[in-house]
């Protein structure tokens, strides 16, 4: 075999094998890019399936957590931060109830840890759940009205009974709307365990990542634990 050739294949080998090695853990499944246009077609429809799923299963929670005044929650926090640092926490929260808004209360403040509690009315999905729940055809693209724009998309619903969603928000910039942060969820969308102890529509997994003015990418990662 022509020696040129051999060194070629020697080269990709190598470089294959340096990906493979590659921590992705931090990773987004985004479709898009963090500081990259976000060129979007309104007329793209959200997928009714996994976003019915997802959007039933927060409606669910909002009645069942409601009454349930006593629900604790302990998640593993991960802080990918500005300064290059990985902060790793446990944070042990409590729901805190007033009138239809719920949030988590902790007894120490965690950089990163995203207090909000989402549901069909509540948080980044309120824009789209009401419609899809109504049967209509959604756009997966929002203008939020004030010079951003929101991108929605949802997996199907898995084996496991979660929905994967992902949330993508972009800044008009000179007219060109560039990424400016990234939401993924993971959703408990199980319909087999039902009723007032469900845990049906708790978001399982919660990360956002944005890229800081230093250029270095900052996330978070919060993970229920078992």
Same mark, same amino acid.
């Given at each position: 075999?022509?020696?040129?050739?051999?060194?070629?294949?020697?080269?990709?080998?190598?470089?294959?094998?340096?990906?493979?090695?590659?921590?992705?853990?931090?990773?987004?499944?985004?479709?898009?890019?963090?500081?990259?246009?976000?060129?979007?077609?309104?007329?793209?429809? *959200?997928?009714?399936?996994?976003?019915?799923?997802?959007?039933?299963?927060?409606?669910?929670?909002?009645?069942?957590?409601?009454?349930?005044?006593?629900?604790?929650?302990?998640?593993?926090?991960?802080?990918?931060?500005?300064?290059?640092?990985?902060?790793?926490?446990?944070?042990?929260?409590?729901?805190?109830?007033?009138?239809?808004?719920?949030?988590?209360?902790?007894?120490?403040?965690?950089?990163?840890?995203?207090?909000?509690?989402?549901?069909?009315?509540?948080?980044?999905?309120?824009? *789209?759940?009401?419609?899809?729940?109504?049967?209509?055809?959604?756009?997966?693209?929002?203008?939020?009205?004030?010079?951003?724009?929101?991108?929605?998309?949802?997996?199907?619903?898995?084996?496991?009974?979660?929905?994967?969603?992902?949330?993508?928000?972009?800044?008009?910039?000179?007219?060109?709307?560039?990424?400016?942060?990234?939401?993924?969820?993971?959703?408990?969308?199980?319909?087999?365990?039902?009723?007032?102890?469900?845990?049906?529509?708790?978001?399982?997994?919660?990360?956002?990542?944005?890229?800081?003015?230093?250029?270095?990418?900052?996330?978070?990662?919060?993970?229920?634990?078992?």
């Amino acid at each position: 075999m022509n020696k040129t050739i051999i060194g070629y294949l020697l080269i990709v080998m190598l470089v294959a094998s340096c990906r493979q090695g590659k921590d992705d853990s931090g990773k987004s499944n985004s479709l898009f890019q963090l500081g990259q246009e976000m060129l979007v077609s309104k007329d793209n429809k *959200i997928g009714l399936e996994g976003a019915t799923s997802a959007c039933q299963s927060l409606r669910n929670k909002k009645f069942n957590f409601q009454s349930r005044a006593d629900l604790s929650f302990s998640f593993d926090l991960v802080v990918n931060t500005c300064a290059s640092s990985v902060e790793k926490n446990v944070v042990n929260a409590e729901m805190v109830i007033s009138g239809d808004d719920m949030q988590f209360s902790t007894t120490t403040n965690y950089s990163g840890f995203i207090k909000e509690i989402v549901t069909d009315t509540a948080g980044v999905f309120a824009a *789209i759940c009401p419609d899809i729940l109504s049967g209509k055809d959604v756009s997966s693209l929002k203008d939020s009205g004030d010079g951003r724009q929101i991108h929605y998309s949802f997996g199907n619903l898995l084996n496991d009974g979660t929905v994967k969603a992902i949330v993508t928000t972009a800044i008009n910039n000179s007219g060109k709307y560039l990424v400016s942060q990234i939401e993924e969820f993971v959703i408990n969308a199980s319909s087999r365990v039902v009723g007032p102890n469900s845990d049906q529509g708790l978001v399982e997994s919660r990360s956002k990542s944005f890229k800081c003015q230093s250029g270095i990418i900052y996330s978070s990662t919060q993970t229920v634990r078992d």
